[in-house]
């Protein structure tokens, strides 16, 4: 039912920055959370950051002071800025969304790539 598409992956040198987006079809303000997740090839999916109705929110220790998300409920979207890259960051990055606590939906994924 709910609908979620991811962009502004793409390929940055160590040290720089990338801003995911996330757009969702439905009302995001009145969701319990969005989150963002991420696979690296040959590893398991793993918890990223994730944002709350309201407004709390929870980031992986890998990630924390480099990464930040946010949304934007005019646009139904939620954001992923992504600080200070480093080469383990290369992976997949999943947008999700958990309307209630009995749901949880999933984007397709955007590639992030770190390498110099």
């Known amino acids: 039912q709910v609908q979620l598409v991811e962009s502004g992956g793409g390929l940055v040198q160590p040290g720089g920055s990338l801003r995911l987006a996330c757009a969702a079809s439905?009302?995001?303000?009145?969701?319990?959370?969005m989150g963002w997740y991420r696979q690296a090839p040959g590893k398991q999916r793993e918890f990223v950051a994730d944002?709350?109705?309201?407004?709390?929110?929870n980031y992986a220790e890998s990630v924390k002071g480099r990464f930040t998300i946010s949304r934007d409920n005019a646009k139904n979207t939620v954001y992923l800025q992504m600080n200070s890259l480093k080469p383990e960051d290369t992976a997949i990055y999943y947008c999700?969304?958990?309307?209630?606590?009995?749901?949880?939906?999933w984007g397709q994924g955007t590639q992030v790539t770190v390498s110099s």
């Open positions: 944002l709350a109705r309201s407004y709390s929110t």
């Open positions: 999700s969304a958990m309307p209630d606590f009995l749901q949880t939906y």
């Open positions: 439905g009302s995001i303000s009145s969701f319990n959370a």
